[in-house]
């Protein structure tokens, strides 16, 4: 019953337009900046911490990165939409095309919550469509609501992988060939990270990513979407690591790759800090406290 009544929600948002959708994130973020003041205070002091930004400063990207993160969960009902060539440069995606699909390796994309993440399963389908495409995503507790969110991923063939199950769905893949997707800028608990230096602080960072990364031998990745504030996208596609050509113990091969794609996500939020997701809580874990 309450899988029915999400799909048909689900359904009813995946009709609407994308000036509908911009209106209920605006409203959504009005709302959730007035009536829960401790994520409020939690993404400004965040900004002025990790930024340094001033108080003023702080609390202007705060307030537009509550828009920007309501639309990109919006955003997974127009996934199935979202088509490359008629949203961004079409220069710069026959260039992308070229890279990717000339790569031998098998493809680990780092990505992060930033900018329109939930619209990333049209980018696969449209750049590369002869390889098999998962993304590994966070289970939802609500089982109704876990079932529904990867359907919705699952647009255009791609898969979406439970994070529990991942090396046994991700690595025959990715030995095969195949792209497999991680937003790797989540807080993780302490026996999945290593803690590295990230926004001028300590962050928990997820290895596996890194170890999946390495035991296929694959070529990793770092792919943004981000929106360009006239209805458009720009896509980052970052210079690649190839895993194969590290040297070094396994520890120091896999801490390798994951200060790779966690100076890459860095690199992004200096530079569009409205579009990341501030009210998340990225350095809860620390790697002295025990928590």
């Not at 050509?245 to 569009?272: H, K, N, P």
């Not at 501030?278 to 350095?283: D, F, G, L």
Request: aromatic letters at 10%.
């Amino acid at each position: 019953m309450q899988y029915r009544l999400l799909r048909r929600s689900a359904a009813f948002l995946s009709r609407l337009s994308w000036i509908s959708l911009q209106g209920m994130a605006s409203v959504a973020a009005f709302c959730f900046w007035h009536l829960a003041p401790s994520r409020r205070r939690e993404a400004v002091e965040a900004l002025k911490k990790h930024l340094r930004f001033s108080q003023k400063e702080a609390e202007r990207v705060a307030r537009a990165s509550f828009r920007e993160n309501f639309l990109s969960f919006l955003e997974i009902f127009h996934a199935d939409r979202f088509f490359m060539d008629s949203s961004v440069s079409a220069t710069y995606t026959q260039k992308v095309k070229v890279l990717l699909q000339q790569e031998k390796a098998p493809i680990v994309i780092a990505t992060a919550h930033l900018g329109s993440w939930e619209l990333m399963p049209g980018l696969g389908a449209d750049l590369l469509p002869n390889r098999k495409r998962m993304v590994v995503v966070r289970r939802q507790k609500n089982e109704a609501l876990n079932r529904v969110m990867a359907e919705l991923r699952g647009t255009r063939g791609m898969l979406a992988v439970d994070h529990r199950n991942a090396a046994a769905v991700v690595l025959p893949e990715l030995r095969a060939g195949g792209v497999v997707a991680f937003l790797v800028d989540h807080n993780t608990s302490r026996k999945e990270a290593v803690f590295l230096p990230f926004l001028e602080d300590i962050a928990a960072v997820n290895i596996g990513p890194a170890s999946l990364a390495l035991r296929a031998k694959a070529a990793v990745y770092p792919v943004f979407l981000l929106r360009d504030g006239k209805g458009g996208h720009i896509l980052h596609v970052l210079p690649p690591l190839h895993t194969a050509d590290l040297q070094g113990s396994i520890r120091e091969r896999v801490r390798r790759i994951a200060v790779f794609y966690t100076d890459a996500v860095a690199s992004m939020v200096r530079q569009y800090p409205e579009q990341w997701f501030w009210m998340h809580k990225r350095w809860k874990t620390r790697q002295n406290d025990g928590s």
